[in-house]
């Protein structure tokens, strides 16, 4: 399994941005799927993340009402639109996918099985 994640770029405070991470391998609809994020100076913390069908999510309280996390299954992608980006947004983000699906029961720390490389996301002020 491989994730590849895009869509970063230099973003304006208040803007927004949708990532993707495409994920090649026959195992995508059985796994949990996560975003996480690492600031300068900073340990990678969890974003949010989706169970293998869409149906549920849980995020970060940090990012709640401003980022949204979706999959597509057919096309195994994953994306997080985010919305009114502001420079505390400005990271490394990277996808990751996980078998056991704790990051949707609060375990954000739950270790992945897989990990993509990062995309950076950079807004000004």
């Known amino acids: 399994v491989q994730l590849q994640a895009s869509g970063g770029g230099l973003v304006q405070a208040g803007g927004s941005l949708r990532l993707s991470c495409a994920l090649s391998?026959?195992?995508?609809?059985?796994?949990?799927m996560g975003w996480f994020r690492q600031a300068p100076g900073k340990e990678r913390e969890f974003v949010a993340a989706i169970n293998w069908n869409g149906g549920i999510t849980h995020y970060a309280d940090s990012v709640k009402g401003r980022f949204i996390i979706s999959r597509d299954n057919a096309k195994k992608m994953v994306y997080l639109q985010i919305y009114s980006l502001s420079p505390e947004d400005t990271a490394v983000y990277y996808c990751?996918?996980?078998?056991?699906?704790?990051?949707?029961?609060?375990?954000?720390?739950?270790?992945?099985?897989?990990w993509g490389q990062g995309t950076l996301v950079t807004v000004s002020s």
């Open positions: 990751a996918a996980q078998r056991s699906g704790g990051w949707l029961n609060g375990r954000g720390t739950s270790p992945a099985d897989y």
């Open positions: 391998g026959r195992t995508f609809s059985s796994l949990a």
